[in-house]
C-alpha cells in the first residue's frame, strides 16, 4: 500500500478513520476510568456500611427468649399441639366418602 492516498475520496475515509480511532480509544479510557471510579466508589460505600452493621451489633442488647406461657385452660392446651399427619391416601378416601367430587 502507498502512503500516499491516489484520490481524495480515499483520503477523505482515511482522515475519518483516524479520528474516529482516536475518539474511540479516548472514549474507551474515559469508560474505564469511569468505571474504576464506580468500583472504588462501591467499595468505600461497603466499607462504611460494614463498620455502621458491626457497630450496632456491639450496640444491641443480647436477645433472650421469652419464657413459655402455661396454657390456661385444657382445651388451648390439646389445640396447640400438632395433630398426626395423616396419609395422603385416608384423606382422599375421606374426602370421596364425604361427598366432595374431583
Known amino acids: 500500500m502507498s502512503s500516499k492516498p491516489s484520490n481524495p475520496a480515499q483520503a477523505a475515509r482515511l482522515e475519518k478513520q483516524k479520528i474516529a480511532s482516536t475518539e474511540g480509544a479516548k472514549a474507551l479510557a474515559d469508560y474505564e476510568a469511569g468505571a474504576v471510579a464506580v468500583r472504588k466508589n462501591m467499595e468505600r460505600l461497603r466499607a462504611l456500611r460494614l463498620a ?4 450496632e451489633a456491639a450496640r444491641a442488647p443480647a436477645v433472650t427468649a421469652a419464657p413459655k406461657k402455661k396454657a ?4 388451648a392446651k390439646e389445640s396447640s399441639k400438632p395433630k398426626a399427619a395423616t396419609p395422603l391416601s385416608e384423606w382422599l378416601a375421606s374426602q370421596r366418602d364425604s361427598g366432595r367430587s374431583n
Request: charged share 50%; hydrophobic share 25%.
Open 52 to 55: 455502621k452493621e458491626a457497630e
Open 72 to 75: 390456661a385452660s385444657k382445651g
